[in-house]
């Protein structure tokens, strides 16, 4: 688990950051890496904790810190399969409760990546 | 009271005081609720698995259908995340144009929201006034783009559909006409001493709530934070930075503040159609200089009638988008309402969810 990404978003949240979103994607170069990243408005500023996750790896959560990544941080686990620390089993999904097919993003991002290296 | 005389009433996510799907579970002791759980993920669309399979035009027909009532407010953050990938320089008669319609949506969507808040509140009158006065905008809009909603008038790098000397004069006459009688509709809600006696000091979002949970839009600036992306932000694809009104900011932060905030709301929205009506810059709509999408990341901010709608694209040199990521104003609006249904009565909580101006389609994608 890396343990600094609770302590960046303190001091962002000091700083009077405001958290967005938080966007994940398979790295489109080479494919091996989840890209997770925590976007905030600085004063009009875009800024950003970024950090590139392994397959099932489990990150930190700043749900203590910035409450609303909540939901976002549930849907990157259920659409990548990224694991945040702090969730009970039953609140790891929330768009696909459901059903449906695991992790779907990454796995259509996957697709591109072979693709491409295909071509 | 101890914790197990506590009730757990649950609405939906099929209920009859409930317009789109969604399941809020109120453990209660006796009227007042004490802990909320929503859950969400009954209308799940998949719009970004869509948008990965799709070319960026058919995925701004895709991102149209995001939201019924935001249907500008979408594609055109979605376009200007291609446009700032490919560095298309947007003409200003487009950027105008397309600011007098996300002008127009947000005049609509708010009349929407107060429409609702009147018929909850049981002031049928009011709604129906609302409604009328709505209608007359869409009106407006269909002239304008050719379409009620889902306008289809965004492309990558302008807008497309013109407007003649004839037609700026119609527009501007039913804007004449239609004024006064939304002022008035203003004026009747703000004094009317029902409404906002069942609405002031209810539903309370503090500021630093408000902050901490990352609200935006009416929400936010009804609760004292000085957020409006128009003011706030370059946006590219728009011409706010041409054009001078208001932000309004509202302190109390409850119900009443949010109704007020999307009223005044109005009155600066009319003030830019004029401005833009008046001033609109000669010149084409569409840019000349079409390049391809190159690789690359876009980040687009659009103040969306509910507040900021952010568009993260990301692109790999084909026609076809690698990844688009949407955080439409509800997602994290809705969120909100775990802190706001705390403590309130649950008569209220009709009204409370609905000032927050929810949607729930659109932030499910």
């Known amino acids: ?103 779907p993003l990454l796995e259509v991002e996957k697709q591109k990546v072979s693709r491409k290296r295909h071509e | 009271m101890n914790r197990s005389q506590r009730f757990v009433l649950p609405i ?69 995340a291609l446009e700032q990938i490919a560095g298309i320089e947007v003409p200003l008669r487009a950027r105008y144009l397309r600011t007098l319609i996300g002008e127009l949506e947000r005049i609509h969507s708010h009349l929407l929201n107060t429409a609702i808040a009147c018929e909850i509140l049981g002031f049928k009158t009011l709604f129906v006034r609302c409604m009328n006065a709505r209608e007359n905008i869409k009106d407006l809009m269909e002239g304008i783009t050719g379409h009620r909603g889902n306008y289809a008038f965004n492309t990558i790098g302008g807008v497309r559909k013109d407007l003649v000397e004839d037609e700026i004069h119609e527009v501007k006459k039913s804007l004449d006409s239609l004024e006064p009688e939304i002022f008035q509709l203003i004026e009747t809600v703000l004094s009317n001493s029902t409404l906002i006696s069942r609405t002031k000091g209810i539903g309370v979002l503090t500021y630093q709530d408000a902050v901490d949970l990352s609200v935006v839009g009416p929400v936010a600036r009804a609760s004292g934070v000085d957020l409006d992306l128009r003011k706030d ?94 955080r439409a104003p509800s997602f994290v609006n809705i969120y909100a309402l775990n802190r706001i249904l705390i403590n309130q009565d649950v008569a209220d909580v009709t009204i409370i969810s609905g000032s927050i101006d929810p949607c729930f389609s659109c932030m499910q994608r």
């Not at chain 1, 949240?13 to 600085?42: C, E, M, Q, S, W």
């Not at chain 1, 810190?65 to 990157?76: D, G, I, L, N, T």
């Not at chain 2, 009859?16 to 859950?39: C, D, Y």
């Not at chain 2, 259908?65 to 249907?71: E, K, P």
């Open chain 2, 12 to 80: 939906g996510p099929i209920h009859i005081a409930l317009e789109e799907p969604i399941q809020l579970k109120l453990e209660t002791e006796g009227n007042i609720v004490k802990n909320v759980q929503l859950k969400i993920g009954y209308v799940h669309r998949a719009i970004e698995f869509l948008l990965a399979n799709r070319d960026f035009y058919q995925g701004i027909i895709v991102v149209e259908r995001v939201c019924g009532i935001c249907s500008h407010s979408h594609p055109t953050c979605f376009v200007q």
């Open chain 1, 1 to 103: 688990m890396r343990i600094n990404l609770l302590d960046k978003a303190k001091k962002l949240k000091n700083l009077g950051a405001r958290y967005i979103t938080t966007v994940a994607y398979l790295k489109p170069d080479t494919g091996d890496k989840v890209v997770v990243r925590h976007l905030f408005d600085l004063n009009g500023k875009l800024e950003e904790l970024t950090y590139e996750a392994e397959f099932s790896e489990t990150l930190e959560s700043i749900k203590e810190v910035y409450p609303a990544v909540e939901w976002s941080e549930r849907e990157v686990m259920e659409l990548y399969g990224i694991e945040f620390s702090g969730y009970p089993e039953e609140e790891k999904k929330l768009l696909l409760s459901s059903g449906g097919h695991p992790f």
């Open chain 2, 233 to 326: 932000v370059a946006m590219p694809g728009a011409a706010y930075e041409f054009l001078e009104f208001e932000k309004v900011i509202e302190k109390d932060g409850d119900v009443l503040s949010r109704i007020k905030v999307r009223l005044l709301e109005m009155i600066e929205s009319f003030k830019i159609i004029k401005q833009i009506l008046k001033d609109l810059p000669k010149g084409p709509i569409l840019t000349k200089k079409f390049v391809p999408i190159p690789k690359g990341i876009g980040i687009s901010r659009w103040e969306a009638p509910r507040g900021g709608l952010i568009y993260y694209c990301i692109t790999d040199g084909t026609d076809i988008p690698y990844r688009v990521k949407i």
